[in-house]
């Protein structure tokens, strides 16, 4: 059973948009995962952004003023336990660009996809707190230029950390995936590499998801029900 124990000290859990779900923030690709009528696979890309700033910042915009209505889950507060008690490794890394795992306490946590309440110099690449006040492509206050976006990793953009997530999953005993389709590469590929490296691996996801089948295990069922359950 790959529940936290001293067979695996050594701790990877990846968490995905199905973890915020029940908190209220909807998930991509299932029900309600339009936008405007927009895939997010059509928004979320550098091209958007530069053919159309203002649907794309009102997009960012709109899913940032909605973090204040929302709160962390049983499932996000169960990770932060674990990450307050774990005596080995643990790395959480989320593709959620929500605060909701670092206000529920958890702190060995990385966003791989970027953040609602980061801002990015498309020119330097400078990031800083996203100030509500920015109108889009502000002046970056590292460099000048006027070019702040939301620091957010669009489709075909190298998500953030990569080789400290390369070297966890290659020393990880036990890689965990809470609430992800396996849809979006390169975290969807993490299983698979986890297991190269001799990882047990368990999947919990409110039904079956592209990956299912690469997992020695899986529970399916709501996160705020079972990660609490696997934590306890
Ligand atoms: C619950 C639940 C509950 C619901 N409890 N569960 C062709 C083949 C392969 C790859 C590619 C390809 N063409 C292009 C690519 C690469 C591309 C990609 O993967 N595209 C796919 C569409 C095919 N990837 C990229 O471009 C990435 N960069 C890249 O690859 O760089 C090159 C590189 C090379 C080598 C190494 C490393 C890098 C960048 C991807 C950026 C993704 N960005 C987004 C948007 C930004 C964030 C934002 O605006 O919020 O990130 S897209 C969107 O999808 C978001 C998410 O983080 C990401 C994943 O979605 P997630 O979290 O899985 O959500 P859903 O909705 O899909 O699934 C939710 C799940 O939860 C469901 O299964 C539900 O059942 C479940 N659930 N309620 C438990 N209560």
């Known amino acids: 059973m790959t529940v936290p124990s001293p067979d695996y000290p050594n701790i990877l859990v990846l968490t995905g948009a199905g973890i915020s779900a029940e908190s209220g923030i909807a998930t991509f690709r299932g029900p309600g995962g339009l936008w405007e009528g927009h895939r997010v696979e059509d ?3 550098p091209e958007a952004l530069a053919r159309d700033p ?10 940032r003023a909605a973090l204040s209505t929302v709160e962390p889950n049983a499932a996000h507060r169960a990770l932060a336990r ?6 080995g490794e643990l790395l959480i ?25 980061s801002a990015l110099c498309a020119a330097c690449g ?36 990569m ?19 396996g849809a979006v590469y390169p975290a969807a590929g993490f299983v698979q590499t986890a297991r190269h490296w001799g990882a047990a691996t368990l999947e919990i996801n409110l039904e079956p ?24």
């Open 43 to 45: 928004v979320c890309t």
């Open 54 to 63: 203002a649907l794309v910042h009102r997009f960012y915009d709109l899913r």
């Open 82 to 87: 674990l990450d307050a008690e774990w005596p």
């Open 93 to 117: 890394v989320t593709q959620n660009v929500d605060d909701l795992h670092e206000r529920a306490g958890a702190t060995r946590l990385l966003h791989m996809h970027g953040e609602l309440k």
């Open 126 to 161: 400078a990031r800083a707190e996203w100030a509500d006040a920015l109108p889009p492509g502000s002046v970056c206050g590292a460099c000048g230029a006027p070019a702040l976006r939301p620091d957010i990793v669009f489709f075909g953009e190298m998500p953030y950390d």
């Open 163 to 181: 080789d400290r997530i390369e070297a966890a999953l290659s020393s990880c005993d036990l890689f965990v995936s809470i609430g992800t389709s």
């Open 209 to 232: 998801s592209q990956g299912s089948f690469l997992f020695e295990e899986s529970r399916m069922g709501p996160a705020s029900v079972l990660v609490p359950e696997w934590v306890a």
